[in-house]
């Protein structure tokens, strides 16, 4: 990218007032940043409706001395910058409304893998929650090794997702709310510079930006825009990763969540997904897999066909007679309160009868009949 682009590209990044829909926007209308500011005299003129204090804004000179020490810094430490016009830049994120201009990163990042599942939670992770994160990245691997894991490296479930990647062979990218000139909270240093040999560090903020509140909400629609899917796995009824999930509802990616105890203040915020259908319930990495269809590979270009009389346990004939009163599917727990059978035999019985061709498991952990 040359240097004059990437410069106008800072200094609109860094412009209060303007934000990441108004900066996207913009960019959008004159195909590059250095357009911008070449017609900021007459941006009334050209976007009626523009306001006051963003032309003002562009017009501020005040911007210059602190863009040349970026992009000294940015040389210095070797960091790569990426922007919507560059064919490394996060494909998923593109059709996000509010997706940032530049993205700044450390380390082997390859945004646009195959597959990307962002894993999200509380940062007072039970022994629970630990167990249920490496538990299911680990199988997550066996199922599934062309997965990239996506986490913010905040406390509780985010770092034990970067490390229980790192220790099945994963690459992860941590998504930072703050600069690259620091790594927040520090105690995570170790776990982010092993991060870098096979995935890294990505952040929207430019150095000496501070770890403040507002920046985690913009920190979690990156994850969430860089994901396929978003798992929670321990939350309380107020967290960021509550966030993430209605976030990535709102860019239609997939959202599910691990289940817990009634009463768990670490496990409302799934169980409360779960009920109000905001969130698929899993188990288990083959849950998870199995609802993203992501187990059927060498089958994807076959025609499904149904066996014309396919042999059922009586326990199969009970659960698939209920699916397919049904034509617009049934919620599983519908299913494990109607037929009183527990959700991991439940979990068994539908995926044989999908495996039969006579059911099909959506995402929102709805079974329709075919």
């Not at 997965?147 to 992860?172: M, Q």
């Amino acid at each position: 990218m040359p240097e004059d682009e990437l410069t106008a590209l800072l200094t609109l990044n860094r412009i209060e007032g303007i934000g990441s829909i108004g900066a996207k926007y913009l960019y959008q209308q004159f195909g590059s940043a250095q357009e911008i500011f070449r017609n900021r005299e007459h941006l009334k003129e050209i976007i009626p409706g523009i306001s006051t204090q963003a032309v003002d804004a562009l017009c501020d000179s005040r911007y210059d001395s602190f863009i040349r020490e970026e992009l000294e810094f940015i040389e210095k430490h070797g960091i790569r910058c990426v922007t919507p016009a560059d064919p490394d830049y996060p494909a998923r994120l593109l059709d996000c409304h509010d997706a940032p201009l530049v993205l700044f990163s450390l380390g082997n990042v390859n945004y646009n893998t195959a597959r990307t599942v962002g894993i999200v939670g509380t940062r007072k992770a039970t022994d629970y929650g630990r167990r249920m994160c490496h538990t299911f990245i680990k199988e997550l691997h066996e199922l599934c090794p062309d997965i990239t894991i996506v986490s913010g490296l905040a406390y509780g479930i985010d770092i034990e997702s970067h490390k229980a990647s790192i220790e099945a062979g994963f690459p992860t990218i941590g998504v930072l709310a703050h600069g690259l000139d620091m790594i927040y909270p520090s105690a995570h240093r170790p776990i982010a510079k092993q991060m870098l040999s096979d995935g890294g560090l990505v952040t929207e903020f430019m150095s000496r930006t501070v770890p403040l509140g507002p920046n985690f909400v913009r920190r979690n629609r990156i994850i969430a825009g860089l994901s396929d899917a978003v798992v929670v796995v321990e939350s309380a009824a107020k967290s960021g990763s509550l966030i993430t999930a209605e976030i990535a509802g709102t860019y239609s990616r997939e959202c599910f969540a691990f289940p817990g105890s009634v009463g768990d203040p670490y496990s409302v915020g799934c169980n409360e997904l779960i009920r109000d259908n905001r969130a698929g319930l899993i188990t288990s990495a083959f849950d998870f897999v199995n609802a993203m269809n992501w187990d059927r590979r060498s089958q994807k270009d076959r025609p499904v066909q149904k066996e014309l009389f396919p042999e059922l346990t009586p326990e199969e004939e009970k659960v698939y007679q209920r699916i397919r009163l049904k034509a617009q599917g049934v919620l599983i727990s519908t299913l494990m309160t109607e037929l009183n059978i527990p959700y991991p035999h439940l979990s068994s019985v539908l995926f044989s009868l999908e495996m039969k061709n006579l059911i099909k498991q959506s995402p929102g952990s709805l079974c329709k009949p075919l």
